[in-house]
């Protein structure tokens, strides 16, 4: 069965700090890591990341992915308040039709405090 | 560009009324649209997919069902809610295998 898990579960940090937050996975037939960002509403997506070691990159947010490892990483630099909310972390499940059903991690609940 | 609605934003119903959640699409087609479930301090559950009109798969069984009567629009039912059936509502649509943008969510209320 396929698994994905986050970490840490939360997180509690000051304005201007950086923060990492991990994702790792097991599934079969691996194609694509996704992260997301909830607010208090619906997740927004972010990236979305299929070749290990390039980093995609936008603001001041940017992920990597390893594939040998398992693993993917978000970082944030100079957080800011409006960063604070719950970042999820999926991959697509493997099926057998054309609809990837997304197997989501339990997310991280970040909070910038100013 | 596509954009994706959903509505009523906000819904508080009595245990075993019925339940009609809609979902569409703007801006694309022949998308695949999913609705998730995402309980209080939980993670995001499928519920179903629909890769085409009419094509509908369960993910776990409830007493929920969905339908796609048009190739934009999912609608989520029940036929008697459940005080468990409260929740998160969220409907999504993938332009590929791949990649899912969620809509703005439904949060029910089952009292």
């Known amino acids: 069965e396929d698994k994905v898990v986050q970490s840490p579960l939360s997180l509690v940090v000051h304005e201007g700090d950086t923060v990492t937050l991990n994702c790792s996975y097991e599934?079969?037939?691996?194609?694509?890591l996704l992260w997301y960002k909830q607010e208090k509403k619906a997740p927004t997506f972010l990236f979305m990341l299929t070749s290990s070691g390039i980093e995609k990159k936008s603001g001041r947010l940017s992920s990597i992915l390893d594939k040998k490892e398992l693993f993917s990483i978000l970082n944030i630099t100079a957080t800011q308040t409006g960063d604070s909310a719950v970042y999820l972390c999926?991959?697509?499940?493997?099926?057998?039709?054309?609809?990837?059903?997304?197997?989501f991690g339990s997310g991280t609940q970040l909070t910038v405090l100013p | 560009s596509q954009t994706i609605h959903q509505w009523p934003a906000t819904l508080v119903q009595p245990v075993g009324s019925p339940l009609s959640l809609e979902c569409t699409v703007e801006g694309t087609s022949n998308p695949n649209l999913y609705w998730y479930r995402q309980a209080a301090g939980r993670g995001l559950q499928l519920l179903f997919y629909?890769?085409?009109?009419?094509?509908i798969s369960s993910e776990v069984p409830q007493n929920l069902s969905a339908s796609r009567p048009q190739d934009r629009q999912f609608i989520l039912s029940s036929k008697k809610l459940l005080l468990s059936d409260s929740g998160f509502y969220l409907c999504?649509?993938?332009?590929?295998?791949?990649?899912?943008?969620f809509g703005p969510g439904t949060r029910l209320l089952v009292l």
């Open positions: 999504a649509w993938g332009p590929d295998q791949e990649t899912q943008y």
């Open positions: 629909s890769v085409g009109i009419g094509q």
């Open positions: 999926a991959v697509p499940r493997t099926s057998s039709g054309s609809a990837r059903q997304l197997t």
């Open positions: 599934v079969t037939n691996f194609r694509s």
